[in-house]
């Protein structure tokens, strides 16, 4: 069933927080990120009020589910939160071609998820959910850098939508093998300045572990200057 959600951003009335987590989850809510019903709600009031009276924002979803991967990921702290949301959309108007048409139907993006470039291998004890990236699965020769971005934000927003990984976060495993200089190569360093306050702030999951394997010798220094443009924090997180 296909979901539609509004963009104005002063509606008549607000949806109603229906919580889909259970107990094993609610209980990482409160460990990890503060939450609990009184904080929620709060905050979401907050960050709405926020949204009517910004100046620049004219259209944006207000949803409880939307706003609430950003204060999840922010561990509820509003401002933060809204900052994020705020740098989100203006990404969203800056770089259009990466966000535009994002359906699973639409000819490339379908026949790069027909690729297998990213599997979803279940969850783990901590209740993440694990994903297996294989590098070598996307065609260089018919995709271009823009495909790539299109793929990652459409799969980054399917898995925002899910409370369970707005909550625990998720495991990216990248399967170097059989990669070609050619995947590499891909990023430029104009591209990588544009892309990192994306990758680095923006994406609205919790990434809590990267796991490269089975890494070419020969891409080892390329893949060293990559991560010059990662965040420390994130960089923390790669193993």
């Not at 294989?134 to 850098?145: D, I, S």
């Not at 990248?174 to 190569?185: A, E, L, Q, R």
Request: glycine share 2%; charged share 25%; hydrophobic share 45%.
């Amino acid at each position: 069933m296909t979901v539609t959600y509004g963009v104005e951003k002063c509606p008549a009335r607000f949806d109603e927080y229906r919580c889909s987590l259970s107990d094993k989850y609610r209980a990482l809510a409160l460990e990890q990120l503060r939450e609990d019903d009184t904080l929620r709600e709060q905050a979401l009031e907050a960050m709405r009020a926020w949204i009517a009276k910004h100046p620049y924002i004219r259209r944006c979803r207000t949803d409880s589910l939307f706003l609430l991967r950003f204060l999840r990921q922010r561990k509820f702290s509003i401002p933060v939160a809204c900052e994020m949301l705020e740098r989100y959309l203006a990404m969203r108007q800056t770089f259009p071609q990466w966000f535009q048409n994002l359906d699973p139907y639409e000819e490339d993006l379908k026949e790069l998820g027909s690729n297998d470039v990213f599997q979803v291998l279940g969850f783990d004890e901590k209740g993440r959910i694990v994903i297996l990236i294989k590098a070598k699965n996307f065609n260089v020769e018919r995709f271009t850098l823009i495909h790539l971005m299109r793929y990652l934000h459409m799969y980054a927003e399917i898995m925002a939508s899910d409370e369970r990984i707005q909550v625990a976060g998720i495991v990216l495993v990248v399967d170097c093998f059989n990669t070609t200089m050619m995947h590499f190569t891909l990023f430029n360093l104009s591209d990588m300045k544009n892309m990192m306050p994306y990758i680095n702030h923006l994406i609205p999951v919790r990434c809590k572990e990267i796991h490269v394997i089975r890494l070419p010798k020969m891409s080892v220094t390329l893949v060293d200057i990559l991560l010059t443009f990662i965040s420390p924090k994130l960089k923390q997180r790669f193993f």
